[in-house]
């Protein structure tokens, strides 16, 4: 299995710009979570999905941000209109639920927005 | 939500030296799971001792639990360079919650 894999690896994009991170969990799958990591917050959860469902945002920081789930093999993370303060890696990571719910990651997408 | 607090927050060792890592936790677990995070990439699940176990090893990972303490250990054995990275715990159950991390523990094995 190729793992979760994200994209793109890196997105410099400027004030006010929609930007647009993309995940492909891994096959088989049913959990999807969004999680941004910074040095002063470390890594937080913004979102996550049960078999497509969105199930709790709460950890979404503002209206700006919005997340989808169309199918089980792809998921989506839109920041609209983007801000400096949204700098940051995104991972997207999946999981299997069961008796071992270990979590694979992505390798990230770094923001950075100027 | 269950998320783990490491300790210390950061660990500097001379190489071949053995690495201990703590994590507290406050509520009732299913499994308790530890990751590492290599500079620039994702987490990677390390090992993984279920609310039963008491130890577990894994090549030159020993991982302990103590659920009347709330706490957990990560020992590295013999350390190398190479395990330079951050270090995080986090609560698991057989549920769909999600993984909540703490900050991490950064490790730094100087050669």
């Known amino acids: 299995d190729a793992g979760v894999i994200q994209s793109p690896r890196h997105e410099v994009t400027e004030m006010g710009q929609e930007v647009t991170l993309r995940c492909k969990p891994i096959s088989g799958h049913n959990s999807l979570f969004w999680y941004r990591q910074t040095m002063m917050r470390g890594l937080e959860l913004l979102i996550y999905f049960n078999n497509n469902v969105p199930i709790d945002d709460s950890g979404m920081p503002e209206d700006r941000f919005s997340a989808k789930m169309p199918n089980a093999s792809f998921s989506t993370l839109k920041i609209q209109p983007s801000e400096p303060r949204d700098s940051a890696v995104y991972f997207c990571a999946s999981s299997r639920t069961g008796e071992r719910t270990e979590a694979f990651f992505g390798q990230g997408t770094r923001l950075t927005v100027v | 939500s269950q998320q783990g607090e490491e300790d210390p927050q950061a660990l500097s060792i001379q190489e071949g030296e053995n690495a201990t890592m703590n994590c507290s936790y406050k509520t009732s677990i299913n499994n308790l799971q530890w990751y590492r995070q290599n500079s620039g990439r994702g987490l990677v699940h390390l090992i993984l001792?279920?609310?039963?176990?008491r130890e577990k090893h894994s090549g030159r990972l020993r991982v302990t639990l103590d659920t009347s303490k709330k706490s957990s250990s990560l020992l590295i054995t013999a350390s190398r360079a190479a395990d330079t990275a951050s270090y995080f715990c986090?609560?698991?159950?057989?549920?769909?919650?999600?993984?909540?991390f703490g900050k991490g523990t950064r490790l730094s094995v100087i050669a």
């Open positions: 986090a609560e698991g159950n057989s549920g769909n919650t999600p993984l909540v």
């Open positions: 001792i279920r609310s039963n176990e």
